[in-house]
Structure formats: structure tokens, C-alpha cells
């Protein structure tokens, strides 16, 4: 044991920082910085300039076409990234489904979606959730049928983010109704498929990022099953597994104390700052402190060796903590904004003269409200915090 | 970084915890207790272990090991509930008296390693509340070379069993300036030195000093006249870390023995551990627990970094696992129901343990304080 930082992965986060410094556009890093959701041109714009770098891949190994950064690099990558104000790359395809292509899927889907992805060219949703299958994603009862050389789904999933901008959808469903867990196949689909109906869903933020998606017969083909059938459950397993080490969301939640912290040292029209107050000081540090504890079990589960890793479900750790951390960061900064948090600054969706029709208030001020409602959704998402309390209590406590 | 134990680390490990469980064990405690909470034949085997002097540099006859391995020591100590002065004479003073680099301080290491001599620091006074700096001892020049040691110092662990007394005491300045602060050995039997021997509720073993007009010359003196602080606070920020592991210790054993128990114990027809409210609360125990080891992984590698890293990260460290510590133990005695406030068994001395492990070297509190204050003088 011992916690001498490795120089090279410093040089790395220099590296990194000049990259960012010389190749993210200022309007893409500036509509990023404020709490609105990441426009699909810009996410599809900045996977085009890492992957001329051969950066967009940053949690794929070498041979998929990705980095082969090791998980510290990856998450240095990131640190930087969000920093910086870029935008994120398409997490469903990058950290999802791209994955499991990779890893389950046939020769010829590696082929079709991998340098694709890797491009920003395909877009996925992702059809886990269902109205009556949210956490317990055992119960969903989506199906396909198999008929012919293709399979027929009739069913209807629920919170599935961006997909109205999709190029693909990968679903779960069941194969075999009879089975439970069993029973259950991962199938990529084409949003535009005769069949597929996209309903939007405006969340409490006032934005839009999630959908409902009803199927009615939509047919593909079954060249499009991923893997085994059956093997669904086992590959969304691998897929939430698989990134365990970020589960906390870290550098989002260390960008978001950096904003916070930024705005608490703003002098106020009255000359004062807010971080001046004994009140504001003090939760400031106890979230800098939450936020320090975070990182350090983050860094340990980082730092897991292959075939190595403990049975400490790190995972539902530091989903549960990272999640309520956004949340009670979130909380500060409402306070900060005092009167300015209740004016609704509707989302530009990239339309800057929508942006002089805002409500007056301080620069700082649009998307924090839509980001803080937003929030709300951490705890639940990704298998809600009860959830991950249980596999905690029966995974590794036994109880 | 890397965060798994290397193969002398384990076997360090395992050969404390042996030791530990064989000798130091809660069950085992209580005619140490009625001794003042030291042994002398436990002593000696911690000095033939090479325990007493882990972190004491080769040349004063330590085994210079690093935090790291003074920190799986103190684990195992916090998981047993040990009471004996490993940390005050081990690590306190041993860090301190290193740190003060005077040559009266060299043959006193090489008897400390040996186990043939226990020094303490006496140096917390009652208003001080974690600030190292605020010390109103006085040391008033009189003839010659020589002082008059004046003042009071509070809950010296280990105080009761201590054969040399490292006192701080201002020679100029004020209550909290920087400077002017001297560190003189001093003999507990010396005249004017009054002890008052306390049990601790944790039941260590502590005393209550007060100083009368002691007289002490520059044979005394460690380190120079008016420059003491910056010994103190690298043994007090070692103690610091040590103090952090022997809370993760402290929390992984409370939180294991209550899962055991609500394995066993059956209320309303079913095990308690079947009720999902009791499964979640002990969910939270146990990542407040692995966030408390992040923390100190973070204080352990923050102790080669710069004075103010170093300060922000104790600190942050410290505040987290009083918190976290006093969520654990204390929950551990809720889920326990009303055998876990009984004096005879084990899980209310962990609670109890941890409640002064909070209060030393600054609370939660205080050190939530210092990171407050920290973040207000930062230019963001």
C-alpha cells in the first residue's frame, strides 16, 4: 500500500489540459457550463474532434479502436473533460451498448456499430425501464417474438433519454415469457422502424431529455439479438458492472462544488461575498469533505486490479453517495441564487436570442434550476438508492 | 497508488491482530484497566515486536517504517478496543520527539523503541479545542539559563504511567502566536509538578497536570527556545492519521459484531436481520465506513505533500470519521436494542471509544471549522 501519484498520469492530465486548451470550441464549452442538457449537435461536433485524436473511445481498449487508458486515466480524462466544459460523449453508446457489442456481439455488428460509434455517427437510446418495471427491471414484460428470420416486439419502455435524437434503440425484452431473468434478450433497433412511437416526457426541470417508446409489431431482424438470447440480463448485469469505479459521478460532482464554489466568491451588489457567511462557509466544507471521501473510495476502486476486485459492492457505494452528493450540492446553490431561483430561464436548446429574453439575474443564474430538478432523478435512476441499499445489506453483509 | 497491502504489510498485519486478540482483547481488559490501563509484559512484547519504534528512524533503533504501517497498527487496535499507550508514548510523543531533531531527544527514542522508558506530550489545554497553537503554559525566564514552568494540562493519555513529561510552555508571545512556544522534558516527580490521575471514559488512563513554579534549565530545552511549534505539529498531524485508522478499525468492528448479532437475535417471529429497514441503515454504516478509510487513505498520502494540503486534508479527514465514527457506533448500539447500553457487553465501548477519538486533536466540529475558514481566505 502506498499513495504516491504516478508521474506519468500527471503528465497525462497536462496532456489532456493542453488538448482541451487548443481544441474545444468556446461556444460548445460555454453552453456546457451552465445546467442545461448537452445538445446532440454538439455531443456528435466534439466526438468528431476526439476521435481525430483517436480520444473518443476513452473507456474502450486499443483493439476496438478505443484508447486502452487504463480506469485512472479514464477518469482523469473525464475530471479534465467536464472542467473544461465539454460536453459529454453519447454515454448509452460509449459506456453502455458499445461495451456489450464489443464484448457479446457478433463479428458483423462489431463491424457495423463500433466505428461508429467511436465517430459520433449512431446515437443510442436505451429501453431498460419500463411503467411497470423500473428498479425491479426483472418484472418488464416487452416482448419479442420470433418469427421467421425476424423477431416482432410489441411492448413499451419508459425514461429512455434522447432518443428522439437516436439513430438506435437497444432494448431488453422477453424472449421467453415464462422465465423471469432468464427470459430476457438484449435487441437493437432502429428508432426510425415502422412501429416505434416516441412520446416526449418533460421532466420537473422544464427540459426535455426523456421519452416514452411504444412498439407495435416492430419487426428487425434477428441478426439484430445481441449475443445469446436469454443472455440479456446477463449482459445489462456486465454493463452496470463494468463501470463501477464511476458510478459516483466524480467529476461531475467536482465540477459542479468548482461552479458553486466560483459563484460563493462572487462579491454581491452589496460588496459582500456569500462564502463570508458563517452558514454558506460551513456547508461549503462539509460538501468539499463528501466530496474528498468520494473521490478517495473512487480512486480505490479505480485502482482495483484485474481479476482482483473485491466483493465490496463499490459500485452501489458510490452510486448512492455520488447521487445524493449532486443533490445537496445542487441545494447549496439554490440558496446561493436566493430570489434568482425562482425565475424560470427557459432552456435556449442552442438558440442564443432566446437567450436576451431571459428574466433578468446575475450570468450564472439560467439552467441551475433545471439542473437542480433534474437532479432529483439521481437517486433513482441506474437502480434507485433502496435498490443498491438491499444489494449492499445482501451481497456483501449477508443479511 | 496502490491500495492493496504488500506482503510485509500483511504480515504485520496478522502478527498485531494475533497479538492484539491474544492479549488486548475487550474480554481480557478489565484487570488492565484496574492498573491504569498499561502492562508492563504487553509493553515489552509491543517492544520485541518492533512495534514501539515502527516509525522511529534506523539510527535512534526503530524499524522506520511509514504511516502507512503505523496506521495497520493502530486498525488493529481500534478493532480490539485496546486501552494501552501505544499511540500517546508510540506515536505522539516518538513523532514529536523526532521531529524537535535535538540530541537530547536521540538516546530517549532509542529507550522508548526498547520499551524502557514512557514519554508523553503534555501539551492540550482545556481552551486550546484543537488549535495547536493556543498554548498559555508559561515558561518565565528566571535566573540564568533557567524557567518557571506555569499553567495546567489537560487529559495527558497515559499521563498516570509516564516517567518523562514533554511539556509545552510559551517563552514569549502570546496564547495563539506561532512563536514563542519551547518543548522541556520534564520529570513528573519534579517539585511543582501536581498529577491528578483520571480514568477516561473510554477506560485509558489519563492525568490532570498542574504546574507550580517546576524549574527546568536549557538541559531540559528541546529543540530551540520559541520554536516548539513546528515539532508539535508534525507529531500532532501524526497522531492525527493514527488516530483515523484506529477509527476505521474502530467502526469495521462495531459494524461486523452488530451484523452478527442481528444474524442471530429474532423479534416478532424473524431474524432482525430479515427487516429491510435494518438491512438499510447497516448499508449506510458500511459506506460511511469505506468512505472513513477513503479519508484516510487521503490523510496518509496528503503527509508529503506541502504544510496547507496537508492541513486541509487532516482536517477534512478528521471532520469526516467523527461524523461517520459517531453514525457507525452509534447506530451499532440502535441496532442493537437494549443490551448495547449495557456496561458488560462490548458495543457501547465502541461508541464510547469513538466519542473521544472525535474529541481529540479537534472535533469534527473544529476541523469542519478550519476547512470553513480555509475556504474563505482561498481566492477561487
Known amino acids: ?20 486548451k487548443g481544441n474545444l470550441p468556446a461556444d460548445l464549452a460555454g453552453r456546457n457550463r451552465r445546467g442545461y442538457h448537452p445538445l446532440r449537435e454538439d455531443i456528435r461536433q466534439w466526438t468528431k474532434i476526439l476521435n481525430r485524436q483517436g480520444w473518443s473511445g476513452a473507456n474502450w481498449p486499443k483493439h476496438w479502436g478505443g484508447t486502452g487508458w487504463s480506469p485512472v486515466r479514464q477518469f482523469i480524462f473525464d475530471e479534465e473533460c467536464i472542467l473544461a466544459g465539454a460536453p459529454p460523449v453519447d454515454t448509452a453508446g460509449f459506456k453502455m451498448i458499445g461495451p456489450v457489442i464489443m464484448t457479446f456481439g457478433s463479428e458483423a455488428m462489431k463491424q457495423e456499430y463500433g466505428p461508429r460509434i467511436l465517430n459520433g455517427d449512431v446515437y443510442w437510446g436505451q429501453g431498460f425501464s419500463e411503467p411497470n418495471a423500473g428498479s425491479d427491471l426483472g418484472s418488464l414484460s416487452t416482448r419479442a417474438d420470433r418469427v421467421g428470420d425476424e423477431y416482432v416486439i410489441n411492448g413499451r419502455k419508459i425514461w429512455t ?19 423471469r431473468q432468464r427470459g430476457i434478450s438484449m435487441i437493437l433497433v432502429d428508432r426510425e422502424a415502422p412501429g416505434v412511437t416516441i412520446r416526449p416526457i418533460h421532466d420537473i426541470g422544464e427540459s426535455h431529455s426523456l421519452n416514452e417508446v411504444f412498439f407495435d409489431d416492430v419487426r428487425v431482424p434477428v441478426t439484430n439479438l445481441v449475443g445469446e438470447e436469454g443472455k440479456g440480463w446477463t449482459y445489462a448485469k456486465f454493463l452496470l458492472e463494468n463501470e463501477r469505479a464511476f458510478s459516483a459521478e466524480w467529476p461531475r460532482n467536482n465540477a459542479n462544488l468548482a461552479r458553486l464554489r466560483k459563484f460563493l466568491n462572487l462579491k454581491q451588489a452589496d460588496g459582500q461575498r456569500l462564502i463570508d457567511r458563517p452558514g454558506f462557509a460551513s456547508r461549503l466544507a462539509q460538501l468539499e469533505t463528501d466530496l474528498l471521501a468520494l473521490r478517495w473510495l473512487t480512486l480505490r476502486a479505480l485502482h482495483e486490479k484485474a481479476g482482483g476486485q473485491s466483493r465490496l459492492p463499490v459500485g452501489s457505494l458510490l452510486k448512492i453517495r455520488g447521487s445524493e452528493l449532486l443533490q445537496k450540492i445542487g441545494e447549496l446553490q439554490v440558496e446561493a441564487l436566493g430570489c434568482y431561483a425562482s425565475y424560470v430561464y427557459p432552456d435556449p436548446l442552442g438558440d442564443a436570442t432566446l437567450e436576451e429574453t431571459w428574466a433578468p439575474g446575475p450570468d450564472y443564474a439560467p439552467g441551475i434550476m433545471a439542473d437542480y430538478f433534474y437532479r432529483r432523478a439521481t437517486t433513482i435512476y441506474g437502480g434507485a438508492n433502496e435498490v443498491q441499499r438491499t444489494i449492499i445489506a445482501r451481497s456483501f453483509l449477508e443479511l | 497508488m496502490d491500495f492493496q497491502l504488500n506482503e510485509e504489510q500483511s504480515m504485520l498485519q496478522d502478527s498485531v491482530r494475533r497479538f492484539m486478540e491474544d492479549n488486548c482483547a475487550f474480554d481480557k481488559r478489565a484487570s488492565v484497566v484496574d492498573k491504569g490501563s498499561f502492562d508492563s509484559s504487553h509493553w515489552q512484547q509491543m517492544a520485541d515486536l518492533g512495534l514501539l519504534g515502527l516509525t522511529v528512524p534506523e539510527e535512534f533503533g526503530g524499524m522506520n517504517c511509514s504511516a502507512v504501517e503505523s496506521a495497520l497498527v493502530m486498525e488493529e487496535i481500534g478493532r480490539v478496543l485496546c486501552v494501552e499507550p501505544y499511540w500517546a508514548v508510540a506515536v505522539l510523543a516518538a513523532q514529536t520527539l523526532i521531529a524537535t531533531r535535538d540530541a537530547k531527544a536521540a538516546p530517549l527514542l532509542q529507550a522508548l523503541c526498547l520499551g524502557e522508558v514512557l514519554p508523553v506530550l503534555a501539551h492540550e489545554e482545556a481552551e486550546a479545542r484543537g488549535n495547536t497553537a493556543r498554548v498559555q503554559t508559561r515558561a518565565t525566564a528566571i535566573a540564568g539559563d533557567r524557567w518557571h514552568l506555569n499553567g495546567e494540562k489537560v487529559a495527558v493519555v497515559a499521563g498516570n504511567v509516564a516517567e518523562l513529561l514533554i511539556v509545552s510552555a510559551r517563552t514569549s508571545g502570546n496564547q495563539d502566536d506561532e512563536q514563542g512556544i ?24 489519563a492525568s490532570h497536570i498542574y504546574l507550580h513554579d517546576v524549574e527546568v534549565s536549557q538541559k531540559n530545552l528541546l529543540g530551540v527556545a520559541g520554536l516548539g511549534l513546528a515539532a508539535l505539529r508534525h507529531g500532532i498531524e501524526q497522531a492525527t492519521v493514527a488516530l483515523c485508522a484506529e477509527a476505521v478499525g474502530v467502526m469495521e468492528r462495531s459494524l461486523w459484531i452488530t451484523r452478527d448479532y442481528l444474524k442471530i437475535r429474532k423479534q416478532f417471529g424473524q431474524l432482525l436481520g430479515d427487516f429491510q429497514s435494518l438491512q438499510h441503515r447497516m448499508s449506510e454504516m458500511l459506506i460511511e465506513l469505506e468512505l472513513s478509510r477513503g479519508m484516510l487513505h487521503y490523510a496518509l498520502s496528503s503527509l508529503d505533500k506541502g504544510s496547507a494540503e496537508r492541513a486541509r486534508a487532516l482536517s477534512a479527514a478528521k471532520a469526516h470519521i467523527g461524523k461517520s465514527g459517531h453514525f457507525v457506533c452509534g447506530q451499532s448500539i440502535q441496532l442493537h436494542g437494549g443490551i448495547g447500553v449495557t456496561e458488560e457487553y462490548v458495543i457501547g465501548h465502541y461508541f464510547k471509544r469513538m466519542t473521544l477519538i472525535n474529541s481529540a486533536l479537534g472535533s469534527s466540529m473544529h476541523h469542519f471549522e478550519q476547512l470553513a475558514a480555509q475556504e474563505r481566505s482561498a481566492v477561487a
Open chain 2, 182 to 205: 519551547s518543548l522541556f522534558l520534564v520529570d513528573p516527580k519534579a517539585p511543582g509538578v501536581e498529577r491528578r490521575d483520571v480514568r477516561l471514559i473510554d477506560n485509558r488512563w
Open chain 1, 1 to 20: 500500500m502506498h499513495f504516491i501519484l504516478d508521474q506519468e498520469d500527471e503528465h497525462f492530465r497536462q496532456e489532456v489540459r493542453a488538448f482541451l
Open chain 1, 161 to 179: 433519454s434522447f432518443v428522439e435524437t437516436a439513430e438506435m434503440i437497444f432494448v431488453l425484452v422477453k424472449t421467453d415469457p415464462e422465465a
